[in-house]
């Protein structure tokens, strides 16, 4: 199985929230775990149809800085 996740260097675990929308703008994925990736599941345990969905993922650094970044994942089966 393979899972989206978020990879970088210096992230602080205890800062990190990632948020996956579907088409619509519904949450369908979110964790505070830096080490927690997405399984391609929504909220009701099915797993979501292909296509396009979009993350969000707020993180600090380990010097404490904010940072926001946001993209596109696709998934196919």
Known sequence: MQLFRVYGHG???NHFHI???DRWG???FET??????WDGKIK???FAPNGVYTWLVT???IQ???HQKSGT???IR
């Open 59 to 61: 993180f600090r650094d």
């Open 26 to 28: 519904e949450i369908i």
């Open 44 to 46: 009701n345990g099915k």
């Open 32 to 37: 505070f775990n830096y080490q927690h990736g």
């Open 11 to 13: 992230i602080d675990n």
């Open 64 to 66: 404490q800085n904010q």
């Open 73 to 75: 994942v696709t998934l």
């Open 19 to 21: 948020l996956i929308y």
